[in-house]
Protein backbone atom coordinates (compact mmCIF):
# COMPACT_ATOMS: atom_id res chain seq x y z
CA UNK A 1 0.00 0.00 0.00
CA UNK A 2 2.80 2.33 1.17
CA UNK A 3 4.52 1.67 -2.11
CA UNK A 4 1.44 2.46 -4.19
CA UNK A 5 0.64 5.96 -2.77
CA UNK A 6 4.81 6.89 -3.08
CA UNK A 7 4.55 5.75 -6.93
CA UNK A 8 1.58 7.70 -7.32
CA UNK A 9 3.41 10.68 -5.18
CA UNK A 10 6.66 10.72 -7.57
CA UNK A 11 4.43 10.76 -10.61
CA UNK A 12 2.83 13.97 -9.98
CA UNK A 13 5.78 15.94 -8.71
CA UNK A 14 7.28 14.82 -12.11
CA UNK A 15 4.46 16.26 -13.80
CA UNK A 16 4.38 19.46 -12.03
CA UNK A 17 8.50 19.96 -12.53
CA UNK A 18 7.96 19.02 -15.93
CA UNK A 19 5.17 21.96 -16.89
CA UNK A 20 6.78 24.95 -14.73
CA UNK A 21 10.01 24.01 -17.39
CA UNK A 22 8.19 24.96 -20.17
CA UNK A 23 6.31 28.59 -19.83
CA UNK A 24 6.21 31.83 -21.50
CA UNK A 25 5.35 35.06 -19.72
CA UNK A 26 4.11 38.02 -21.52
CA UNK A 27 4.01 40.96 -20.11
CA UNK A 28 2.59 44.22 -21.58
CA UNK A 29 4.32 47.24 -19.90
CA UNK A 30 2.16 50.30 -21.48
CA UNK A 31 -1.24 50.55 -23.39
CA UNK A 32 -2.97 53.52 -24.74
CA UNK A 33 -4.43 55.30 -22.22
CA UNK A 34 -7.83 55.47 -23.92
CA UNK A 35 -8.05 51.86 -23.55
CA UNK A 36 -11.51 51.23 -22.61
CA UNK A 37 -11.66 50.93 -18.71
CA UNK A 38 -13.61 47.77 -18.12
CA UNK A 39 -11.99 46.31 -21.43
CA UNK A 40 -9.63 42.84 -21.21
CA UNK A 41 -6.50 42.12 -23.31
CA UNK A 42 -6.05 39.14 -24.93
CA UNK A 43 -3.13 37.86 -26.78
CA UNK A 44 -4.14 35.49 -30.27
CA UNK A 45 -1.51 33.83 -32.32
CA UNK A 46 -0.61 30.54 -33.89
CA UNK A 47 -0.71 28.50 -30.30
CA UNK A 48 -4.72 29.18 -30.26
CA UNK A 49 -6.06 29.48 -33.90
CA UNK A 50 -5.81 33.47 -33.62
CA UNK A 51 -8.45 33.62 -31.64
CA UNK A 52 -8.70 37.01 -30.84
CA UNK A 53 -11.14 36.61 -27.21
CA UNK A 54 -10.01 33.14 -25.96
CA UNK A 55 -10.52 33.53 -22.19
CA UNK A 56 -7.64 31.40 -21.58
CA UNK A 57 -5.53 33.96 -23.00
CA UNK A 58 -6.22 37.34 -21.09
CA UNK A 59 -3.57 39.04 -19.67
CA UNK A 60 -4.26 39.40 -15.94
CA UNK A 61 -3.77 43.12 -14.66
CA UNK A 62 -1.18 44.00 -12.15
CA UNK A 63 -0.67 46.22 -9.26
CA UNK A 64 2.03 48.40 -10.80
CA UNK A 65 -0.45 49.01 -13.85
CA UNK A 66 1.21 45.95 -16.60
CA UNK A 67 -0.71 42.63 -17.68
CA UNK A 68 0.96 39.87 -18.11
CA UNK A 69 -0.23 36.42 -19.11
CA UNK A 70 1.43 33.07 -17.95
CA UNK A 71 1.41 30.25 -20.60
CA UNK A 72 3.16 27.22 -22.37
CA UNK A 73 3.27 27.56 -26.08
CA UNK A 74 5.85 25.11 -27.86
CA UNK A 75 8.92 25.95 -28.81
CA UNK A 76 9.44 27.90 -32.03
CA UNK A 77 8.37 31.02 -34.08
CA UNK A 78 5.02 32.15 -32.18
CA UNK A 79 2.98 35.30 -34.21
CA UNK A 80 0.76 36.83 -32.81
CA UNK A 81 -1.10 39.82 -31.99
CA UNK A 82 -2.90 41.67 -28.74
CA UNK A 83 -6.80 42.18 -29.37
CA UNK A 84 -9.42 43.84 -26.68
CA UNK A 85 -11.47 40.44 -27.68
CA UNK A 86 -12.32 40.73 -31.12
CA UNK A 87 -10.66 41.49 -34.26
CA UNK A 88 -12.29 44.59 -34.77
CA UNK A 89 -10.18 45.80 -31.46
CA UNK A 90 -6.71 44.98 -33.00
CA UNK A 91 -3.81 46.71 -31.60
CA UNK A 92 -2.55 49.03 -34.32
CA UNK A 93 0.73 50.93 -35.17
CA UNK A 94 1.76 54.16 -34.03
CA UNK A 95 -0.44 56.11 -36.66
CA UNK A 96 -3.48 53.46 -35.21
CA UNK A 97 -3.24 51.84 -38.45
CA UNK A 98 -2.54 47.94 -39.65
CA UNK A 99 0.39 46.67 -37.63
CA UNK A 100 1.84 43.40 -38.90
CA UNK A 101 2.28 40.15 -36.87
CA UNK A 102 4.34 40.21 -33.79
CA UNK A 103 7.00 37.20 -33.75
CA UNK A 104 9.05 35.73 -31.22
CA UNK A 105 11.11 32.90 -31.14
CA UNK A 106 10.54 31.08 -28.30
CA UNK A 107 13.27 28.75 -27.18
CA UNK A 108 11.19 26.72 -24.67
CA UNK A 109 12.15 26.87 -20.86
CA UNK A 110 11.13 29.43 -18.71
CA UNK A 111 11.39 33.28 -20.45
CA UNK A 112 9.70 36.69 -20.20
CA UNK A 113 8.96 38.71 -22.80
CA UNK A 114 7.85 42.74 -22.64
CA UNK A 115 5.85 44.81 -24.93
CA UNK A 116 4.07 47.74 -25.24
CA UNK A 117 0.89 48.32 -27.43
CA UNK A 118 0.99 51.82 -29.35
CA UNK A 119 -2.85 52.14 -30.62
CA UNK A 120 -5.86 50.57 -30.80
CA UNK A 121 -7.09 50.37 -34.69
CA UNK A 122 -10.53 51.29 -33.28
CA UNK A 123 -9.85 54.71 -31.11
CA UNK A 124 -6.27 55.17 -31.55
CA UNK A 125 -4.04 57.25 -34.31
CA UNK A 126 -4.05 60.75 -35.49
CA UNK A 127 -6.59 62.60 -36.90
CA UNK A 128 -7.59 60.33 -40.62
CA UNK A 129 -5.58 62.27 -43.52
CA UNK A 130 -8.59 60.96 -46.18
CA UNK A 131 -9.83 63.70 -48.15
CA UNK A 132 -13.94 64.79 -47.88
CA UNK A 133 -14.56 62.91 -50.62
CA UNK A 134 -13.64 59.69 -49.27
CA UNK A 135 -16.51 57.62 -47.68
CA UNK A 136 -16.26 53.78 -45.72
CA UNK A 137 -18.74 51.84 -48.52
CA UNK A 138 -19.28 49.46 -45.57
CA UNK A 139 -17.14 48.33 -42.73
CA UNK A 140 -18.16 44.96 -43.04
CA UNK A 141 -18.57 43.85 -46.41
CA UNK A 142 -19.33 40.09 -46.82
CA UNK A 143 -17.33 38.05 -49.44
CA UNK A 144 -19.19 34.56 -50.01
CA UNK A 145 -16.26 32.97 -51.82
CA UNK A 146 -13.87 33.66 -49.05
CA UNK A 147 -16.48 33.76 -46.49
CA UNK A 148 -15.15 36.53 -44.92
CA UNK A 149 -16.23 40.22 -44.14
CA UNK A 150 -14.07 43.15 -45.33
CA UNK A 151 -13.84 47.24 -44.92
CA UNK A 152 -14.90 48.84 -48.41
CA UNK A 153 -13.47 52.07 -49.15
CA UNK A 154 -15.24 54.40 -52.07
CA UNK A 155 -13.60 57.72 -53.71
CA UNK A 156 -15.93 59.72 -55.78
CA UNK A 157 -15.04 62.41 -57.65
CA UNK A 158 -15.63 65.77 -56.71
CA UNK A 159 -18.76 66.82 -58.89
CA UNK A 160 -20.14 63.50 -58.15
CA UNK A 161 -23.21 65.06 -55.68
CA UNK A 162 -23.64 68.03 -58.30
CA UNK A 163 -23.51 65.76 -61.93
CA UNK A 164 -25.32 63.20 -63.56
CA UNK A 165 -22.05 61.41 -65.06
CA UNK A 166 -21.25 57.98 -65.07
CA UNK A 167 -17.35 57.54 -64.24
CA UNK A 168 -14.66 55.00 -65.01
CA UNK A 169 -13.92 52.60 -61.83
CA UNK A 170 -10.28 52.04 -60.42
CA UNK A 171 -10.08 48.93 -57.96
CA UNK A 172 -7.59 48.68 -55.16
CA UNK A 173 -6.05 45.98 -53.34
CA UNK A 174 -4.74 46.96 -49.30
CA UNK A 175 -7.45 49.59 -48.78
CA UNK A 176 -5.97 50.48 -45.36
CA UNK A 177 -3.17 52.12 -47.50
CA UNK A 178 -4.45 53.91 -49.92
CA UNK A 179 -6.30 57.24 -48.68
CA UNK A 180 -5.65 57.43 -45.42
CA UNK A 181 -2.76 57.80 -42.79
CA UNK A 182 -3.97 56.70 -40.03
CA UNK A 183 -5.03 53.01 -41.01
CA UNK A 184 -2.07 52.32 -43.48
CA UNK A 185 0.76 49.99 -42.58
CA UNK A 186 4.04 51.87 -43.39
CA UNK A 187 1.95 55.31 -45.10
CA UNK A 188 -0.57 56.45 -47.68
CA UNK A 189 -0.72 56.48 -51.37
CA UNK A 190 -2.52 59.55 -51.36
CA UNK A 191 -5.09 58.31 -54.22
CA UNK A 192 -7.73 61.02 -53.15
CA UNK A 193 -5.31 63.87 -53.01
CA UNK A 194 -3.56 63.27 -55.87
CA UNK A 195 -7.17 62.59 -58.30
CA UNK A 196 -8.53 66.26 -56.34
CA UNK A 197 -5.54 67.91 -57.96
CA UNK A 198 -6.07 65.94 -61.21
CA UNK A 199 -10.00 66.49 -61.15
CA UNK A 200 -9.13 70.34 -60.44
CA UNK A 201 -6.70 70.24 -64.36
CA UNK A 202 -9.39 69.18 -65.78
CA UNK A 203 -9.61 65.11 -65.28
CA UNK A 204 -12.84 63.34 -65.61
CA UNK A 205 -12.76 62.05 -62.36
CA UNK A 206 -12.70 58.47 -61.69
CA UNK A 207 -14.15 56.08 -58.88
CA UNK A 208 -11.76 54.17 -56.96
CA UNK A 209 -13.17 51.36 -54.70
CA UNK A 210 -10.52 49.94 -52.26
CA UNK A 211 -10.49 46.63 -50.58
CA UNK A 212 -8.70 46.15 -46.92
CA UNK A 213 -6.57 43.02 -46.90
CA UNK A 214 -7.52 39.92 -44.83
CA UNK A 215 -4.38 40.97 -42.17
CA UNK A 216 -3.31 37.30 -41.66
CA UNK A 217 -4.89 36.25 -44.46
CA UNK A 218 -3.31 38.90 -46.75
CA UNK A 219 -0.99 36.46 -48.59
CA UNK A 220 -3.45 33.60 -48.86
CA UNK A 221 -6.25 35.76 -50.30
CA UNK A 222 -3.96 37.64 -52.86
CA UNK A 223 -2.46 34.45 -54.32
CA UNK A 224 -3.52 32.24 -56.91
CA UNK A 225 -1.38 29.56 -56.33
CA UNK A 226 0.06 27.90 -53.49
CA UNK A 227 3.26 28.96 -51.44
CA UNK A 228 4.08 25.55 -49.59
CA UNK A 229 7.17 27.77 -47.84
CA UNK A 230 4.57 29.88 -46.24
CA UNK A 231 1.65 27.73 -45.20
CA UNK A 232 -0.40 29.17 -48.19
CA UNK A 233 -2.83 26.87 -50.32
CA UNK A 234 -3.44 30.14 -52.73
CA UNK A 235 -6.77 31.31 -52.43
CA UNK A 236 -6.54 34.71 -55.36
CA UNK A 237 -8.77 32.96 -57.62
CA UNK A 238 -11.93 33.15 -54.80
CA UNK A 239 -10.86 36.45 -54.32
CA UNK A 240 -10.88 37.73 -58.21
CA UNK A 241 -14.18 36.31 -58.00
CA UNK A 242 -15.02 38.14 -55.10
CA UNK A 243 -14.35 41.31 -57.14
CA UNK A 244 -15.45 40.41 -60.20
CA UNK A 245 -18.50 39.21 -59.50
CA UNK A 246 -19.94 39.79 -56.02
CA UNK A 247 -18.24 43.80 -55.36
CA UNK A 248 -18.47 44.80 -58.77
CA UNK A 249 -21.66 44.65 -59.61
CA UNK A 250 -22.61 46.08 -56.26
CA UNK A 251 -20.71 49.11 -56.72
CA UNK A 252 -22.22 48.94 -60.69
CA UNK A 253 -25.89 49.46 -59.21
CA UNK A 254 -25.51 51.71 -56.30
CA UNK A 255 -23.06 54.24 -57.76
CA UNK A 256 -23.02 56.17 -61.61
CA UNK A 257 -20.73 54.10 -62.83
CA UNK A 258 -19.42 53.26 -66.43
CA UNK A 259 -19.97 49.24 -65.93
CA UNK A 260 -17.73 48.75 -69.45
CA UNK A 261 -14.08 47.25 -69.88
CA UNK A 262 -12.88 50.16 -70.86
CA UNK A 263 -13.80 51.74 -68.23
CA UNK A 264 -12.65 49.40 -65.45
CA UNK A 265 -9.52 49.20 -64.30
CA UNK A 266 -7.12 47.52 -61.42
CA UNK A 267 -4.06 48.32 -59.45
CA UNK A 268 -2.15 47.09 -56.48
CA UNK A 269 1.47 46.60 -55.03
CA UNK A 270 3.72 43.79 -54.18
CA UNK A 271 1.48 40.54 -53.52
CA UNK A 272 -1.66 43.10 -54.85
CA UNK A 273 0.45 43.79 -57.83
CA UNK A 274 0.63 40.04 -58.26
CA UNK A 275 -3.21 39.83 -57.46
CA UNK A 276 -3.55 42.79 -60.29
CA UNK A 277 -1.89 40.91 -62.88
CA UNK A 278 -3.81 37.74 -62.48
CA UNK A 279 -7.60 39.30 -62.51
CA UNK A 280 -6.18 41.57 -64.65
CA UNK A 281 -5.49 38.43 -67.29
CA UNK A 282 -7.92 36.02 -66.21
CA UNK A 283 -10.64 38.53 -66.17
CA UNK A 284 -9.89 40.78 -69.48
CA UNK A 285 -12.79 40.89 -70.67
CA UNK A 286 -13.88 42.47 -67.13
CA UNK A 287 -10.82 44.59 -67.16
CA UNK A 288 -8.65 46.67 -69.65
CA UNK A 289 -6.49 48.91 -67.37
CA UNK A 290 -3.87 47.19 -64.94
CA UNK A 291 -1.55 48.98 -62.81
CA UNK A 292 1.09 47.03 -61.64
CA UNK A 293 2.73 48.08 -58.60
CA UNK A 294 6.42 45.94 -57.67
CA UNK A 295 4.94 42.74 -58.08
CA UNK A 296 5.68 39.60 -56.53
CA UNK A 297 5.79 37.44 -59.71
CA UNK A 298 8.72 35.90 -57.23
CA UNK A 299 5.35 33.44 -55.49
CA UNK A 300 5.07 31.40 -58.89
CA UNK A 301 6.48 30.82 -62.90
CA UNK A 302 2.41 30.31 -63.36
CA UNK A 303 1.98 34.66 -63.58
CA UNK A 304 4.38 33.96 -66.61
CA UNK A 305 2.48 31.19 -68.08
CA UNK A 306 -0.93 31.98 -67.92
CA UNK A 307 0.18 35.38 -69.34
CA UNK A 308 1.26 33.44 -72.43
CA UNK A 309 -1.71 31.31 -72.18
CA UNK A 310 -4.57 33.47 -71.98
CA UNK A 311 -6.08 35.21 -75.46
CA UNK A 312 -6.85 38.56 -75.17
CA UNK A 313 -8.94 39.37 -77.53
CA UNK A 314 -9.47 43.36 -77.09
CA UNK A 315 -6.90 46.27 -76.51
CA UNK A 316 -4.77 45.79 -72.65
CA UNK A 317 -2.91 48.80 -71.11
CA UNK A 318 -0.53 47.61 -68.53
CA UNK A 319 1.84 49.66 -66.23
CA UNK A 320 4.50 48.19 -64.21
CA UNK A 321 7.23 49.83 -62.38
CA UNK A 322 9.54 48.50 -60.09
CA UNK A 323 12.22 50.05 -58.28
CA UNK A 324 16.57 49.23 -58.48
CA UNK A 325 16.12 49.08 -54.71
CA UNK A 326 13.79 46.86 -53.92
CA UNK A 327 16.50 43.49 -54.17
CA UNK A 328 15.80 39.90 -55.32
CA UNK A 329 14.68 39.40 -58.72
CA UNK A 330 12.16 42.33 -58.95
CA UNK A 331 13.83 43.97 -61.88
CA UNK A 332 14.79 40.73 -63.55
CA UNK A 333 11.17 38.97 -63.15
CA UNK A 334 9.06 42.58 -64.14
CA UNK A 335 11.17 42.66 -67.64
CA UNK A 336 11.04 38.64 -68.21
CA UNK A 337 7.39 39.53 -68.08
CA UNK A 338 7.47 42.46 -70.57
CA UNK A 339 9.28 39.78 -72.86
CA UNK A 340 6.39 37.83 -71.84
CA UNK A 341 3.94 40.25 -72.86
CA UNK A 342 5.34 40.54 -76.39
CA UNK A 343 5.54 36.89 -76.81
CA UNK A 344 2.03 36.45 -75.92
CA UNK A 345 1.15 39.00 -79.04
CA UNK A 346 0.36 42.16 -76.96
CA UNK A 347 1.53 45.24 -78.88
CA UNK A 348 3.80 47.48 -77.66
CA UNK A 349 1.53 50.00 -76.87
CA UNK A 350 -0.48 48.15 -74.51
CA UNK A 351 2.29 47.64 -72.04
CA UNK A 352 4.97 49.73 -70.56
CA UNK A 353 7.33 48.70 -67.65
CA UNK A 354 9.92 51.57 -65.80
CA UNK A 355 12.72 50.67 -63.91
CA UNK A 356 13.67 53.68 -61.12
CA UNK A 357 16.88 53.75 -59.91
CA UNK A 358 15.57 55.04 -56.26
CA UNK A 359 12.55 52.63 -56.21
CA UNK A 360 12.04 50.82 -52.61
CA UNK A 361 9.47 48.59 -51.61
CA UNK A 362 7.58 51.18 -49.82
CA UNK A 363 4.44 52.96 -50.34
CA UNK A 364 6.18 56.46 -50.54
CA UNK A 365 7.53 55.12 -53.85
CA UNK A 366 3.85 53.97 -54.95
CA UNK A 367 2.44 56.80 -53.87
CA UNK A 368 4.77 58.84 -56.10
CA UNK A 369 4.34 57.04 -58.79
CA UNK A 370 0.56 56.45 -58.70
CA UNK A 371 -0.42 59.93 -61.17
CA UNK A 372 1.82 58.71 -63.95
CA UNK A 373 0.25 55.51 -63.83
CA UNK A 374 -2.93 56.64 -63.68
CA UNK A 375 -2.34 59.29 -66.37
CA UNK A 376 -0.81 56.42 -68.42
CA UNK A 377 -3.54 54.16 -67.92
CA UNK A 378 -6.27 56.28 -68.55
CA UNK A 379 -5.42 59.91 -70.35
CA UNK A 380 -5.58 59.11 -73.68
CA UNK A 381 -7.65 57.35 -76.09
CA UNK A 382 -10.35 55.26 -74.67
CA UNK A 383 -9.42 51.81 -75.28
CA UNK A 384 -11.68 49.72 -77.88
CA UNK A 385 -13.19 53.41 -79.22
CA UNK A 386 -14.15 53.11 -82.56
CA UNK A 387 -15.93 55.51 -85.25
CA UNK A 388 -18.84 52.51 -86.06
CA UNK A 389 -21.27 54.12 -83.31
CA UNK A 390 -21.05 57.69 -84.51
CA UNK A 391 -23.62 57.61 -87.05
CA UNK A 392 -26.07 56.04 -83.87
CA UNK A 393 -25.48 59.07 -81.89
CA UNK A 394 -26.25 61.72 -85.06
CA UNK A 395 -22.63 62.73 -84.28
CA UNK A 396 -21.05 64.85 -87.71
CA UNK A 397 -17.71 66.54 -87.68
CA UNK A 398 -17.22 68.63 -91.03
CA UNK A 399 -15.65 69.85 -93.01
CA UNK A 400 -13.04 66.97 -92.16
CA UNK A 401 -9.98 67.66 -93.27
CA UNK A 402 -10.56 71.19 -91.35
CA UNK A 403 -8.97 74.31 -92.20
CA UNK A 404 -9.06 76.32 -89.37
CA UNK A 405 -12.60 75.34 -88.59
CA UNK A 406 -14.50 72.60 -87.91
CA UNK A 407 -18.05 72.01 -86.55
CA UNK A 408 -19.77 69.48 -84.79
CA UNK A 409 -23.28 68.28 -85.68
CA UNK A 410 -25.20 66.41 -82.71
CA UNK A 411 -28.89 65.49 -82.59
CA UNK A 412 -28.05 64.27 -78.86
CA UNK A 413 -25.90 67.31 -77.57
CA UNK A 414 -28.19 67.10 -74.27
CA UNK A 415 -27.01 63.73 -73.58
CA UNK A 416 -23.36 64.54 -73.88
CA UNK A 417 -21.40 64.39 -70.49
CA UNK A 418 -17.63 65.62 -71.71
CA UNK A 419 -16.02 65.91 -75.13
CA UNK A 420 -11.74 65.06 -75.13
CA UNK A 421 -9.11 65.75 -77.81
CA UNK A 422 -6.37 63.57 -78.49
CA UNK A 423 -3.04 62.83 -80.79
CA UNK A 424 -2.74 60.17 -82.22
CA UNK A 425 -0.16 58.61 -79.82
CA UNK A 426 -2.93 58.77 -77.24
CA UNK A 427 -2.30 61.42 -74.95
CA UNK A 428 -5.00 63.62 -74.18
CA UNK A 429 -4.75 67.70 -74.95
CA UNK A 430 -7.59 68.85 -73.36
CA UNK A 431 -10.71 67.87 -72.07
CA UNK A 432 -14.07 70.03 -71.81
CA UNK A 433 -17.26 68.86 -69.50
CA UNK A 434 -20.57 68.78 -71.03
CA UNK A 435 -21.84 71.41 -74.11
CA UNK A 436 -19.40 73.48 -75.63
CA UNK A 437 -20.79 76.40 -78.16
CA UNK A 438 -17.76 76.90 -79.43
CA UNK A 439 -13.86 76.11 -78.69
CA UNK A 440 -10.80 77.84 -79.75
CA UNK A 441 -7.79 76.08 -79.73
CA UNK A 442 -4.07 76.74 -81.76
CA UNK A 443 -2.40 73.41 -82.48
CA UNK A 444 -0.16 72.39 -85.46
CA UNK A 445 -1.15 70.90 -88.37
CA UNK A 446 -2.08 66.96 -87.36
CA UNK A 447 -4.75 64.52 -87.15
CA UNK A 448 -6.45 64.41 -83.63
CA UNK A 449 -9.01 61.89 -82.10
CA UNK A 450 -12.18 63.82 -81.00
CA UNK A 451 -14.07 61.96 -78.13
CA UNK A 452 -17.31 62.51 -77.11
CA UNK A 453 -18.74 60.89 -73.85
CA UNK A 454 -22.36 60.51 -73.97
CA UNK A 455 -24.20 59.72 -70.80
CA UNK A 456 -26.83 57.07 -72.61
CA UNK A 457 -24.27 56.53 -75.65
CA UNK A 458 -21.21 55.41 -74.72
CA UNK A 459 -18.00 57.00 -76.02
CA UNK A 460 -17.82 57.78 -79.95
CA UNK A 461 -14.34 58.37 -81.67
CA UNK A 462 -14.12 60.76 -84.55
CA UNK A 463 -10.71 61.04 -86.38
CA UNK A 464 -10.33 64.74 -87.84
CA UNK A 465 -7.56 65.87 -89.66
CA UNK A 466 -6.31 69.51 -89.20
CA UNK A 467 -4.68 71.72 -91.84
CA UNK A 468 -3.18 74.36 -89.27
CA UNK A 469 -4.70 76.44 -85.89
CA UNK A 470 -8.48 76.01 -85.83
CA UNK A 471 -11.83 76.33 -83.83
CA UNK A 472 -14.57 73.77 -83.11
CA UNK A 473 -18.00 75.27 -83.21
CA UNK A 474 -21.27 73.56 -83.24
Given at each position: MYMKYRFLLLH??????????????????????????????????????????????????????????????????LAFKFTRG??????GNEFGGFLPDRNYTYAGGID???????????????????????????????????DANRRIWIYLPPDYATSIKNYKVLYMHDGQNVFDQSTSFAGE???????????????????????????VDRLEEYSPWAMPDYGVTGHGEDYMAFIV?????????????????????????????LISHYGGITYNEVFSRIGIFSPSYWV????????TATPHDATMRIYTIAGNLEGGSMVGNVMAMEDTYAAAGYDATEHQANIFADGQHSEWFWAREFEAAYEWLWQETPVGITTDNAAATGLKVFPNPANGTFYLQDINSHDIQSIGIYDMTGSRIVQFSGYQESITLDLPMQQIMLVV??????????PVMLNGSYSMGR
Open positions: ILLLVSFGASAQLTVVINSYPEDTPFADDIYIAGNFNAWNPGNPDYILDPQPDGTRLLTFSPAAGTDWGTVETVYFDILTWEDTGGPTSTAAWNVNIMSESFYMPQLWKVDETLNDLFDEGDEGCIVVAIDNGGSTLKPYVDANYRTRADRASTGLMGSSMGGSDSCFQITEYEHHGRVAV
